[in-house]
């Protein structure tokens, strides 16, 4: 079992950065695939980001592709999602998610983390 524990939420102005953190209680962490997903109020779950366990390969969604960068540190357990030049409509509530059978844009993780809310005020 692999507990995940989001933090680094708030409230930010548009174009303003933020950096998500994702710790996981699991040794095995980095065998892993590392994702980042966010669901606003009302919408679908949507993918933002995923890590290859190696860190050498990312994925993003069009819509943060240049903005947000995932990253991680093996050492440390932990999955990180920086933000920069925020909008409001990234407004969501931030989940982290690991997968034992490599990267997916689909919500077909295994692990989840609860969530951190971000709001980007306009």
């Known amino acids: 079992q692999v507990q995940l524990v989001e933090s680094g939420g708030g409230l930010v102005q548009a174009g303003g950065s933020l950096r998500l953190s994702c710790a996981a209680s699991e040794r095995t962490f980095s065998g892993y695939a590392m994702g980042w997903f966010r669901q606003a109020p009302g919408k679908e779950r949507e993918f933002v980001a995923t890590?290859?366990?190696?860190?050498?390969?990312?994925y993003y969604a069009d819509s943060v592709k240049g903005r947000f960068t995932i990253s991680r540190d093996n050492a440390k357990n932990t999955v990180y999602l920086q933000m920069y030049s925020l909008k409001p409509e990234d407004t969501a509530v931030y989940y982290c998610a690991a997968r034992s059978a490599g990267m997916s844009s689909s919500p077909d993780y295994d692990y989840w983390g609860q969530g951190t809310q971000v709001t980007v005020s306009s």
């Open positions: 890590i290859k366990w190696s860190g050498k390969t990312t």
